[in-house]
């Protein structure tokens, strides 16, 4: 059975950091793109980064450009998003989620919840 | 950037009724790069249908999807009381991914 566990939110002040990790087992790792996922209270699906299966290309949503880094371990199948300069609107409930063909997502993690605040 | 634009923002229907929801691209997606997603309160979203057409593993042969290019329709046949979420269409390219803003289904 895949599983995706995401771990590492929390309450933060705006202009620190936080790291976020997603822990992947009941499959093989490193054939697979992973993405982070956020969804702000109330609101929709935001995608944030994508990191593809061998870790070499990387891709950001425009609102995270140059603040946010994914990285992954496939010795360790796990990925990671490093937030820094967290602003307000980086609040909200980030998931990974496995990638398919660069087409959808198959398995999501429940949810790491954020929060930045003053 | 491709935007995409779900219409109507909330459905209103009652069991065993048809719901069709709209997904509507600025730019052509590829068929193989269209997928919609169910998400219940407090839950994950889940796959329903990628490659535009395609039903995901598990997935009851009431949901279906269609279109090309520009517009996509998810068609849910028989609303049963569990279908009551929140639907997302989903478009991926090779640097950017982008979900609609969302369409509420409530069942009456």
């Known amino acids: 059975q895949v599983y995706l566990v995401e771990s590492g939110g929390g309450v933060v002040q705006p202009g620190t950091s936080l790291r976020l990790s997603c822990a992947a087992s009941g499959f093989t790792f490193k054939n697979y793109g992973m993405h982070w996922v956020r969804q702000a209270p109330g609101k929709g699906l935001e995608w944030v980064a994508v990191?593809?299966?061998?870790?070499?290309?990387?891709y950001y949503a425009n609102s995270v450009k140059g603040r946010f880094t994914i990285s992954r371990d496939n010795s360790e199948n796990t990925m990671s998003l490093q937030m820094n300069s967290l602003r307000a609107e980086d609040t909200g409930v980030y998931y990974c989620?496995?990638?398919?063909?660069?087409?959808?997502?198959?398995?999501w993690g429940h949810g790491s919840p954020v929060i930045v605040s003053s | 950037e491709i935007v995409l634009t779900q219409s109507p923002g909330t459905l209103s229907l009652s069991p065993g009724e048809r719901a069709t929801l709209s997904c509507r691209a600025s730019?052509?997606?590829?068929?193989?790069?269209l997928a919609w997603y169910q998400q219940r309160p407090g839950q994950a979203p889940r796959v329903l249908i990628h490659d535009a057409s395609s039903r995901a593993t598990g997935i009851p042969d009431r949901f279906s999807g269609s279109g090309s290019g520009t517009d996509f329709t998810l068609t849910i046949s028989r609303l049963e009381p569990e279908d009551s979420a929140v639907y997302y269409c989903q478009q991926s390219g090779t640097s950017f991914w982008t979900f609609g803003q969302g369409t509420r289904v409530e069942i009456k």
């Open positions: 989620a496995r990638d398919i063909r660069s087409a959808y997502y198959d398995y």
């Open positions: 990191v593809w299966h061998d870790g070499r290309n990387k």
């Open positions: 730019q052509s997606v590829g068929s193989s790069y």
